[in-house]
């Protein structure tokens, strides 16, 4: 059975994956659970199969701590 999602995406679950039809992408603006006031621009992507990435796109040190911070 076919879902819409935000209207001109339509995906199904296989198993225990989701399957789109096409790519997903979207830019807007996003926040964190515990602060969702506070608001980062970013792009959403969400694949078939159900590969999920946020790609924030502005530098927001508030987003980082010290362990984030290593050369590799």
Not at 41 to 56: A, N, R, V, Y
Request: glycine letters at 8%.
């Amino acid at each position: 059975m076919p879902y819409t999602l935000l209207r001109e995406s339509k995906f199904y679950v296989e198993g225990n994956q989701m399957r789109l039809e096409s790519e997903f992408k979207r830019t807007g603006f996003f926040s964190t659970p515990n602060n969702p006031e506070k608001q980062f621009q970013g792009t959403l992507t969400i694949s078939d199969g159900g590969d999920i990435e946020l790609e924030i796109t502005t530098i927001e040190t508030d987003l980082m701590t010290l362990d984030d911070y290593h050369i590799g």
